[in-house]
T-cell receptor, first 112, second 112 residues
């Protein structure tokens, strides 16, 4: 049982480049989330998908787009990376409101 | 605006000490508050507190929800170096949106 998986684990981009972070869960969870975590900070919600077919903005959505490809997969796209997007990105999934979120191992992204 | 505030931001103690971490929140239609422990990787779940479950305990860790004061505390007794981590508090945002708001976390360091 893999839980929540994220690829890649590490990535270095140049300013202006684009990339997609991939997230998949095998727990048949309905909701999925993308967070970023900067040094000394908690988790800030970028986008989330309460259920397959829906996506909503979180606290810091600017500069990002998401796709809920199917129930298992939720991707995060940076169209034109900026140094301010240097961060650790976590994906999470949730079965329902009476449950806890399960987190992936994170992607460390550096934008030069 | 929904808000979660944790205090202190950081804390250094010696093994054997007892610590109390605080989390206060402002959300309407409160449903749940969750505590997570984050070491070098992804957050791991500790406790979920709701209106029907305002006190939880696991070993040396315990947590209480005070709905009147809109806050929660996480207590760790007889601290060990393995307790060194960031402790995160999260609250489901208003309206049953499946959106979770995290505090900035408390960084705890336990010295041998």
């Amino acid at each position: 049982n893999a839980g929540v998986t994220q690829t890649p684990k590490f990535q270095v981009l140049k300013t202006g480049q684009s990339m997609t972070l991939q997230c998949a869960q095998d727990m048949n969870h309905n909701s999925m989330y993308w967070y970023r975590q900067d040094p000394g900070m908690g988790l800030r919600l970028i986008y989330y998908s309460a259920s397959e077919g829906t996506t909503d903005k979180g606290e810091v959505p600017n500069g990002y787009n998401v796709s809920r490809l199917n129930k298992r997969e939720f991707s995060l796209r940076l169209e034109s990376a900026a140094p301010s997007q240097t961060s650790v990105y976590f994906c999470a999934s949730l079965r329902g409101l009476a449950d806890t979120q399960y987190f992936g191992p994170g992607t460390r992204l550096t934008v030069l | 605006e929904d808000k979660v505030v944790q205090s202190p931001l950081s804390l250094v103690v010696h093994e054997g000490d007892t610590v109390t971490l605080n989390c206060s929140y402002e959300v309407t239609n409160f449903r749940s508050l969750l505590w997570y422990k984050q070491e070098k990787k992804a957050p791991t779940f500790l406790f979920m507190l709701t209106s029907s479950g305002i006190e939880k305990k696991s070993g040396r860790l315990s947590s209480i929800l005070d709905k009147k004061e809109l806050s929660s505390i996480l207590n760790i007794t007889a601290t060990q170096t393995g307790d060194s981590a960031i402790y995160l508090c999260a609250v489901e945002a208003s309206g049953g949106t499946y959106k979770y708001i995290f505090g900035t976390g408390t960084r705890l360091k336990v010295l041998a």
